[in-house]
């Protein structure tokens, strides 16, 4: 049997309507060649069940993945990736909205340029009911350069909640993020895991960005309209800092940027410190980024 071009990893749990959404949404890409691969993490709801077998008999691109008990949330993340088949892979969470031509477009670009290992597009986030509270700065921050140490400086000292963990939704060469997941499997778990993924990835591989479309990010909020007027107020929750700047230095192991990230990280504590208690004054309150 051939082998889809991409495959598409869907992690979900007790969100019946909001992942029958995302099916039908995949199903009518304008890429076709893709094998979706959904893993429910036992839920509670029966009828996410009924949606994952209804799409199954329907179309034989789906593969659908039941567990006893909940693995929790990082495993079921990385679970779908074990499943996976074609060359191509990406992670989707079980309530975005992708642009019809989102994969072909990721396809294309890959294929013309041999040198990337992922590809990704700009984000703008949505609430429950769907409308567009927030459009992230453009992801073209992040595009490889000839300059990697640049770029992975850029990385680090960027606030978590300008969107930098969304990169983990790029479309992957997969034997590249085979590369990082295997070093991943020793790494210590950490708030912010999967921006050290992706960090751990951009210290290896090259990243193309294209924002001329936009990954719909749903926010799990009602608000209208979500204003981030000094995005240095919000970054990681202090008590989590240790745990998360360690899960870089893990991620950077084994290669030539180990040292560059201690001393990026170092400095930026130092400013994040200075930062909140001299600038701020206490009065904004350092609140969990949101990340999405």
């Known amino acids: 049997m051939d082998l889809p071009a991409v495959s598409i990893g869907v992690p979900t749990f007790n969100r019946a309507n909001l992942l029958q959404s995302v099916i039908d949404n995949l199903r009518n890409q304008t890429f076709g060649d893709f094998e979706l691969v959904i893993s429910d993490n036992a839920s509670t709801d029966p009828r996410v069940r009924a949606v ?16 006893d008990r909940n693995q ?60 567009v509270i927030r459009t992230l700065p453009s992801f073209r921050r992040f595009s490889s350069t000839n300059r990697r140490a640049a770029d992975l400086v850029r990385f680090l000292w960027e606030p978590e909640v300008e969107g930098k963990a969304n990169l983990i ?29 992706v960090y751990g990835y951009l210290c290896r591989h090259d990243l193309v960005v294209d924002d001329g479309i936009s990954l719909l990010k749903r926010a799990h909020t009602s608000e209208r309209q979500q204003n981030i007027a000094d995005p240095r107020a919000f ?12 899960s870089y230095l893990a991620a950077a192991r084994g290669t030539r940027y180990r040292a560059l990230t201690f001393a990026t990280l170092c400095a930026r504590w130092l400013y994040d410190v200075c930062y909140h208690g001299l600038v701020l004054r206490r009065r904004t309150p350092l609140l969990p980024p949101a990340r999405r």
């Open 52 to 67: 994952c077998e209804s799409a199954a008999r329907e179309d034989p691109r789906m593969r659908c993945y039941y567990h």
């Open 72 to 131: 929790g949330a990082a495993a079921n993340f990385w679970f779908v990736y074990e499943q996976a088949r074609a060359p191509l892979f990406m992670w989707a969470s079980d309530d975005d909205v992708w642009p019809q031509d989102f994969i072909e477009r990721g396809v294309n670009a890959l294929r013309l340029q041999p040198s990337a290992s992922a590809w990704f597009c700009q984000v703008t986030s949505i609430n429950f009911a769907g409308e």
């Open 169 to 197: 939704h790029a479309l992957f060469r997969r034997e590249t993020l085979g590369e990082v997941i295997d070093e991943w499997k020793t790494w210590p778990e950490s708030w912010g895991a999967d921006m050290a993924v």
């Open 235 to 246: 970054i990681y929750p202090w008590p989590e800092a240790r745990g998360y700047f360690r």
